[in-house]
């Protein structure tokens, strides 16, 4: 809700109130507060308004934390207040009849419709409230919005939606039906398998039977000959042996071999470098005598490094502060010519001042010329909404004994007539002398808006010149800095060119010549790159082995003599054993085939019994598809019967709304003339309901014609007598177990059916509104329409819009 603060709205009896206000500002929300206090809900919480569906917690403001809602009202004698306060998470309330709490949280919700008032939810809503559009759609001339108006407002859409229920049921059973026949035909198609399943089981049987025999002949045969292996097995094993020791044998020959074959070469290697050994001396000592002398200048070389580079830094920042100078002398010039050219640019304030009353002049022009043209543009609208007016009622007179306005009887058509044509033909003169002045306005706009445009462009320029006095005065401020450090530049570059020539006389005086290090440098390091000292090194750790290895060769040769004569014993022992392992391998190979046709059988048992078990398997399912078949039929017949009861149950949902509202048909037509003879001062004397089409007639001077050939408010007068009438009738249907009917006598109105009437229209469905109070002791009219305000002359509650999220309240009284 929009509303904060302490809030009271009253409704007097026997008058109409209007709640009135602009869409947004809060008008429905004090229907909704009512509701909600009463039932928990309201036309937006229930689901069913065009508005969209709120929680309950969405009425709180959104800048408070809590809602307090008081209902006072008087029913069957008794007092009853109302109260309920929300929050954004919770809701609670208590209900008090004639001073004493009766209930309190929820069961205040069921106290209101079992006693306090009577009506359910849809009972109130349907009996109290009118919304948008139910009243003209009850006299709609398409049947399908008018039947589904009355069987709305009755509630008897729900049998509507317990026959689709019905159909979608049948549907779905019929589908059940036909997925169970499509899987009985393929049942059907797999039970005629078993005969063939069962002789495919007793062939493998049979095969199985064979297959094990063939196993236990196979079995015994294996055995023998793994007996017969069992006695040549300690002959093979010792040629195994032997074998193996002729193997490591030879193995050991070729390693000596090898081993003769290495110490020869190194020992080769080792004479080749006892030659060499004087030379590489000689380049030792000249290494070592050239380190020596470089290690004794390297102190005076570091010195004179250390000086070169802090000479090479002084002479980089030298050059970097000319740099630096160079620059600040070219900003100052620059900087000197921006600030001559700035104060050329700024204007003098006498050309400011003239531009400036130049310009409100034009403007003053231009809003004068804007405002008689928008004045003139709504002079021509109201002109022809009145030639549109008269034309209207001009053709309405045509050929009609009574005006169908103010019911009159016409005595002289053509007076009537030629009153209504010079009316129109003064507007038109009117409308075209008015054209004329336009136009001549809208050239001369345009010649005054093109000069306002003009002196505008001028001013800004102007003030953006003006301003530019503060430019000049950072460019000066900006010039003497510049100055400042131009002058503290030239300093340091005094001081740089001192302390450079002072380190180069420090440099000279350590005496070191960089050409001759230079050469004993690059000596030095072809040495090392040649590796002299580790070449010198390693000679002669390898010429102190020269020894080892003579002795080493000598070893290796008489190892091998020795090895050469083991294996000769051992080739003799091998051609002996021979013969009889050629017996253990024919015997071996014998066993292994006798094994391998064992394994094959088992392969071959193992697949036929593997094929046995399948076979088995697929007759159990089956022979379990045969007797889902069996069930499958069952629930077919079963399903078929469902159906017939469910066609049935169909065909009564779709004629009871037809039937109930065949029965109400007389009661709707005796409340609403009893009404419609209240509200048109009994012009109009009866209303007439088809049976079968629910048409809408109205009877008048004793002639029944369809609610069409009324004017704009008599169709509202009948509109509004039927809506009473069915909200007159659903009070006195049996709603609780204390009250068997309730009738109400408070009226809401929300908006009503006013969009499509002009001003004559909107005035006579007010003075029908008013004519309610006959049949209420409170009508109120929520309404966004100005014209209603306008005409509305009573009981007003003002809504007006204060901020974003709120709405203040005003009672008015005219």
């Known amino acids: 809700m929009r509303f904060k603060g302490s809030l009271e709205v009253e409704f007097p009896q026997n008058q109409v109130t209007l709640i009135a206000g602009d869409n947004g500002s809060g008008k429905t929300s004090i229907l909704d507060a009512l509701c909600v206090c009463l039932y928990g809900r309201t036309l937006r919480t229930s689901g069913r308004a065009t508005s969209g569906f709120l929680s309950i917690n969405d009425l709180v403001n959104h800048e408070s934390d809590k809602a307090i809602i008081r209902v006072e009202f008087e029913n069957h004698g008794h007092n009853y ?76 859409d729900k049998y509507s939606a317990y026959e689709k229920l019905a159909k979608e049921k049948i549907q779905r059973k019929e589908s059940d039906i036909h997925a169970t026949e499509e899987a009985d035909k393929i049942l059907q198609a797999d039970i005629k398998k078993i005969p063939d399943i069962k002789e495919e089981i007793e062939q493998v049987s049979s095969q199985v039977k064979t297959l094990k025999e063939k196993k236990v002949k196979l079995e015994k045969i294996v055995e023998t000959k793994k007996t017969n292996i069992k006695t040549l097995e300690d002959n093979h094993n010792e040629y195994i042996r032997q074998k193996e020791k002729a193997d490591t044998a030879r193995g050991q020959i070729d390693a000596a071999k090898k081993d003769i074959e290495d110490n020869r070469n190194d020992l080769n290697r080792l004479l080749s470098i006892q030659k060499r050994f004087n030379s590489i001396k000689s380049s030792y000592v000249t290494y070592t005598t050239l380190d020596e002398k470089i290690s004794k200048i390297q102190p005076t070389k570091s010195e004179y490094d250390k000086i070169s580079t802090e000479i090479l830094k002084h002479d980089t920042t030298l050059a970097d502060k000319r740099d630096s100078l160079s620059d600040i002398v070219d900003q100052i010039k620059d900087t000197k010519s921006a600030i001559l050219k700035l104060r050329k ?83 038109v003169s009117k409308k075209t002398k008015l054209g004329k002045e336009q136009v001549s306005i809208l050239r001369r706009l345009k010649t005054v ?26 460019e000066q401020n900006r010039l003497s800095s510049l100055i400042k450090r131009k002058d503290s530049i030239k300093e340091q570059i005094d001081k740089t060119k001192a302390d450079s020539k002072s380190l180069s006389q420090k440099r000279d005086s350590l005496g070191f010549n960089p050409i001759e290090y230079g050469r004993l440098d690059a000596k030095i390091k072809q040495l090392r790159k040649d590796k002299v000292a580790e070449n010198y090194a390693n000679a ?174 008599q169709k509202t007068r009948i509109n509004m007598a039927l809506r009473v009438a069915i909200s007159r009738i659903l009070s006195k249907m049996p709603q609780t177990d204390e009250h068997t009917f309730a009738i109400m006598q408070t009226l809401f109105i929300d908006e009503g059916d006013f969009g499509n009437l002009d001003e004559d229209g909107v005035r006579e469905a007010v003075n029908v509104i008013r004519n309610l109070t006959k049949e209420f002791d409170c009508v109120i009219l929520i309404s966004h329409v100005d014209t209603i305000r306008e005409i509305f002359h009573g009981h007003t509650v003002e809504i007006q819009k204060n901020g974003l999220n709120e709405s203040t309240i005003s009672v008015l009284a005219r």
């Not at 003209?136 to 008897?156: H, I, M, N, V, Y």
């Open 540 to 713: 002669k750790t390898e010429l102190d082995r020269l020894p080892k290895v003579r002795q080493e060769l000598e070893t290796s040769l008489g190892k091998l003599s020795d090895l050469v004569n083991e294996n000769r014993s051992l080739e003799t022992r091998l051609k002996q054993l021979s013969k009889l392992e050629k017996k253990y391998t024919d015997a071996k190979q014998s066993l292994d085939e006798s094994q391998h046709e064992l394994n094959d059988n088992g392969k071959a048992l193992a697949t036929e019994s593997e094929r046995e078990r399948q076979s088995r398997d697929k007759l159990e399912d089956l022979e379990d598809k045969e007797r889902k078949f069996a069930k499958n039929l069952e629930q077919i017949e079963r399903l078929k019967e469902e159906i017939i009861t469910l066609e049935e149950l169909r065909d009564i949902f779709k004629n009871i709304p037809e039937n109930i509202l065949r029965r109400l048909r007389p009661f709707i037509e005796k409340e609403g003339t009893d009404i419609i003879n209240e509200l048109s001062n009994n012009n109009i004397t009866a209303l007439n309901i088809d049976e079968d089409t629910l048409n809408i007639a109205a009877t008048m001077n004793g002639e029944v014609r369809p609610i069409h050939y009324y004017s704009g408010g």
């Open 81 to 156: 207040v109302v109260t309920r306060e929300i929050t954004h998470s919770d809701t609670g309330g208590e209900l008090l009849e004639d001073g004493e709490s009766k209930a309190v949280g929820r069961h205040v919700y069921a106290y209101v419709r079992n006693r306090a008032i009577g009506l359910d939810w849809e009972g109130f809503r349907k009996s109290t409230v009118v919304l948008q559009g139910e009243m003209s759609a009850l006299t709609d001339l398409d049947p399908g919005p008018r039947k589904k108006a009355f069987t709305e407002l009755f509630g008897l």
């Open 345 to 427: 640019q700024i204007p003098s304030p006498s050309k400011l001042t003239k531009t400036e009353k130049s310009l409100n002049a034009a403007t003053a022009i231009e809003k004068g010329l804007k405002d008689r043209s928008n004045s003139i543009r709504g002079q021509i609208k109201q002109i022809e909404e009145s030639i549109e007016s008269l034309k209207a009622r001009r053709d309405q007179v045509k050929g009609k004994d009574e005006c169908p306005v103010c019911l009159q009887k016409i005595t002289d058509q053509q007076h009537v007539t030629k009153h209504y044509d010079d009316e129109i033909s003064a507007l």
């Open 449 to 474: 808006s093109e000069t306002v445009k003009r002196l505008d462009s001028l001013q800004r320029q102007l003030e953006k010149d003006a301003s530019k006095i503060d430019q000049v005065t950072r």
